[in-house]
């Protein structure tokens, strides 16, 4: 009786241990075979083809994109950059310029071609205009001014009344913000345009004004020359900057009265006096304050 039941739980091992190998057997097979599928899935995808924009011969930096530059392939798709174009993109690209060269058979992506940025226009709140200004390396503090900056404006005036030079610099503006530097802005993305670098040639800033000071400026560039200075960046002080002028008397003439008391005071104007009664009289010029007129 005892051999009988060893011999039967000997058998019921051996069956238990069948039913495990086998059920191992077929997990580690199914396994295997949905991991065979999904890579098999990947690399398919990988490698499917998908029509494209190539280029059809070598293009050049600049060059305008016409239907003769381009060409439809079909490549795998794994391999593509982002921002490839689809063969139906077509007439969208066609007329955008290359922002890089490409060879013949490159893919044309959205990263080739030039950024177009918003116009100028469409970037002005309401209210304001942009004014263009000459500057050299010395008012626009050797270049170092750049788009975003603000700046307060001084205009200098210089006079000849005969023999006697006057120069007379007062405040014209004050914190300006600068649009653009020459040709480039704050947000410029083409290649070829960006923020100026440290020592950055230009001749020109664009300020954001109101049709108020564009005025202003369009005045004072025909009376003199415009003098930039740079804010801080967290400057919003007003300058408090009086009229300053130097040439002896001929400049007390053209001191600019801002309503001041002592704007007043140093304002003098010219008075003709006849001296003698009958010919031959004798004419004599006198500077006076106004406020004894």
């Given at each position: 009786m005892l051999s009988r039941l060893k011999y039967s739980s000997t058998w019921l091992l051996v069956l238990l241990a069948v039913a495990a190998g086998a059920t191992a057997f077929?997990?580690?097979?199914?396994?295997?075979?949905?991991?065979?599928?999904?890579?098999?899935?990947?690399?398919?995808?990988?490698?499917?083809?998908?029509?494209?924009?190539?280029?059809?011969?070598?293009?050049?930096?600049g060059q305008m994109l016409q239907s003769a530059?381009?060409?439809?392939?079909?490549?795998?798709?794994?391999?593509?950059?982002?921002?490839?174009?689809?063969?139906?993109d077509a007439e969208r690209v066609f007329g955008q310029r290359l922002g890089v060269a490409l060879r013949a058979?490159?893919?044309?992506?959205?990263?080739?071609?030039?950024?177009r940025l918003p116009a100028l226009s469409q970037r002005l709140p309401d209210g304001s205009r942009a004014v263009t200004v000459p500057v050299d390396q010395v008012s626009s503090q050797a270049g170092l001014v750049r788009p975003g900056d603000r700046v307060d404006l001084m205009l200098a005036e210089e006079r000849l009344e005969g023999m006697d030079r006057c120069v007379v610099v007062r405040s014209l503006l004050e914190s300006v913000q600068v649009l653009a530097t020459g040709q480039a802005t704050r947000d410029a993305l083409s290649p070829g345009e960006g923020l100026p670098d440290l020592g950055a040639q230009y001749s020109t800033?664009?300020?954001?004004?109101?049709?108020?000071?564009?005025?202003?400026?369009?005045?004072?560039?025909?009376m003199g020359e415009l003098i930039p200075m740079l804010r801080g960046a967290e400057d919003d002080a007003p300058t408090g900057l009086d009229t300053l002028g130097d040439g002896r008397l001929a400049c007390r003439g053209l001191v600019r009265d801002d309503g001041s008391a002592a704007a007043s005071a140093r304002r003098r104007l010219p008075v003709d006096v006849m001296v003698g009664g009958r010919p031959p009289a004798r004419f004599a010029r006198v500077w006076v304050s106004d406020s004894d007129i």
């Amino acid at each position: 009786m005892l051999s009988r039941l060893k011999y039967s739980s000997t058998w019921l091992l051996v069956l238990l241990a069948v039913a495990a190998g086998a059920t191992a057997f077929w997990s580690t097979q199914r396994f295997l075979d949905d991991n065979a599928a999904g890579v098999r899935r990947q690399w398919e995808a990988r490698y499917a083809l998908k029509p494209v924009l190539v280029a059809a011969r070598d293009l050049t930096a600049g060059q305008m994109l016409q239907s003769a530059d381009l060409a439809r392939r079909e490549m795998p798709a794994g391999f593509l950059p982002s921002g490839t174009f689809d063969a139906a993109d077509a007439e969208r690209v066609f007329g955008q310029r290359l922002g890089v060269a490409l060879r013949a058979g490159d893919p044309l992506g959205e990263s080739s071609l030039e950024a177009r940025l918003p116009a100028l226009s469409q970037r002005l709140p309401d209210g304001s205009r942009a004014v263009t200004v000459p500057v050299d390396q010395v008012s626009s503090q050797a270049g170092l001014v750049r788009p975003g900056d603000r700046v307060d404006l001084m205009l200098a005036e210089e006079r000849l009344e005969g023999m006697d030079r006057c120069v007379v610099v007062r405040s014209l503006l004050e914190s300006v913000q600068v649009l653009a530097t020459g040709q480039a802005t704050r947000d410029a993305l083409s290649p070829g345009e960006g923020l100026p670098d440290l020592g950055a040639q230009y001749s020109t800033i664009t300020l954001d004004v109101t049709p108020e000071q564009a005025q202003q400026l369009a005045v004072g560039l025909r009376m003199g020359e415009l003098i930039p200075m740079l804010r801080g960046a967290e400057d919003d002080a007003p300058t408090g900057l009086d009229t300053l002028g130097d040439g002896r008397l001929a400049c007390r003439g053209l001191v600019r009265d801002d309503g001041s008391a002592a704007a007043s005071a140093r304002r003098r104007l010219p008075v003709d006096v006849m001296v003698g009664g009958r010919p031959p009289a004798r004419f004599a010029r006198v500077w006076v304050s106004d406020s004894d007129i």
